[in-house]
Structures are given as C-alpha cells and as structure tokens.
C-alpha cells in the first residue's frame, strides 16, 4: 500500500530536550517535506527535499533541521525544543508537480 | 513568489445544499492546482486537482473550475452530506526551482442534516 509513515503520533516533551520526528514514504518520490498546522494559519511548510542529499528551508525553518540521506527517508529535527514549537506537524511526499500525499501527524507538546 | 487566497474561512449550507469554496493565486505560470480535505484529527487527503491546460473537472458530486485569466479556480461540492463536513484547503505549484505547494488558509465547512 503507497503511503508515508510518520512517526511518533504524539509527543509531549520538555523545553530544550532534542527530538526527531521520522517520515517514510515507499513510493519512490523524490520531492519531501515537512509542513506544520496552527490553527488559524492553515499548512505551512517548514523544509523541502528535491531529492537525496538536496534540501532547503520553506517558509518557516526557524528552530528546525531535516536531513535527507535515502530517498525514503525525511526526519524532522528539534534540536531545543520551544513552547512555540507546539504544533501539529505533517509530512508528505510526491513526484514534482504532483499529487502530495500526507503522513498521518505528529501532535507534538513542548512543555 | 505564489500566494493563494482562500474564501469563505468558514461555510456552513443545509444537507443538499450546494457549496462553493473560491481560492486566487498570484503566479500566473503556476499550472497545478489541487484541493485536499482534512476531517477532524486526519491528515489532508487530495479530492479532487486540476492542471493549467483544462478549464474544469468533474469527480462525482465534485467539481474544480480554474479560470487563468483571472487566476481562480474553485471547487464545487453538489448535493452536499453531513460526511462533506471537514476542512478544505486549494494550493497551487510556486514555479520557481522548488515548484513547492502553497496552501490557502482552509475553509471550514458545516453540512447541517
């Protein structure tokens, strides 16, 4: 079944506390990307990949990293966590262009 | 680069009911324009998408019109149920080296039985 992974689901950690959010898709896309949803502002994009090895800040990458080292792979890094960094957090992957399939999100809680 | 404005913010129309969500776009090269719908504590699920070289399209009780010249597109929900209540954002490609998507803000939409 096509579909991208994400994982954990819920997450509720200290400020400052590193964290990885995981993102696995097994259809072969090469574009990735992490979006974060509040309420209010609709999705907005966080990172990109174009593909392996290739990535670039989207609209709001403050405090984030992501890596892209496989093509199946996006994780999502917190290297400090802050309050404002609560949020609820998607991945999704497609062909450029092309139709985006969504993880199924990570309600993430900094404390 | 693209920015896409997305009307109404919230719709509420009775079961049977047509709706109308509009959304605009800013660049006139974008040439992708898809709308997904997120149900309460679900991811966003694509519905329904169009590309720059068609005027419409048609899926059932849903429909995408896309006017170029005036860069909008809209989606039409017919003979609407209470399950069509949900979230619905339109996004379109930003055609620079990213061809990244951008989101309008959502409508939320309110079927009443």
């Known amino acids: 079944e096509a579909q991208v992974t994400q994982n954990p689901r819920y997450l509720i950690t200290v400020t400052g506390k590193k964290l990885t959010v995981t993102c696995s898709q097994n259809?072969?896309?090469?574009?990735m990307s992490w979006y974060r949803q509040d309420p209010g502002l609709g999705l907005r994009q966080i990172y990109y990949s174009m593909n392996v090895e290739v990535t670039d800040k989207g609209d709001v990458p403050e405090g984030y990293k992501v890596s892209r080292k496989e093509k199946r792979n996006f994780p999502l890094i917190l290297e400090s966590p802050s309050p404002n960094q609560t949020s609820l957090y998607f991945c999704a992957s497609s062909f450029p262009q092309g139709r985006a399939f969504f993880g199924q999100g990570t309600r993430l809680t900094v404390v | 680069g693209e920015n896409v404005e997305q009307h109404p913010s919230t719709l509420s129309v009775q079961e049977g009911d047509s709706a109308v969500i509009k959304c605009t776009y800013s660049?006139?090269?974008?040439?992708?324009f898809p709308w997904y719908k997120q149900e309460l504590g679900k991811r966003p699920q694509l519905i329904i998408d169009i590309r720059s070289n068609v005027g419409e399209k048609k899926d059932q009780r849903i429909a995408v019109t896309l006017n170029k010249t005036a860069k909008h597109f809209s989606l039409h929900i017919t003979e609407t149920q209470p399950e069509d209540s949900a979230v619905y954002f339109c996004?379109?490609?930003?055609?620079?080296?990213?061809?990244?998507?951008?989101f309008g803000s959502g409508t939320r939409l309110l079927v009443r039985p």
């Open positions: 996004a379109a490609t930003q055609m620079d080296s990213s061809y990244k998507l951008i």
């Open positions: 259809m072969n896309h090469e574009y």
């Open positions: 660049d006139s090269a974008s040439n992708y």
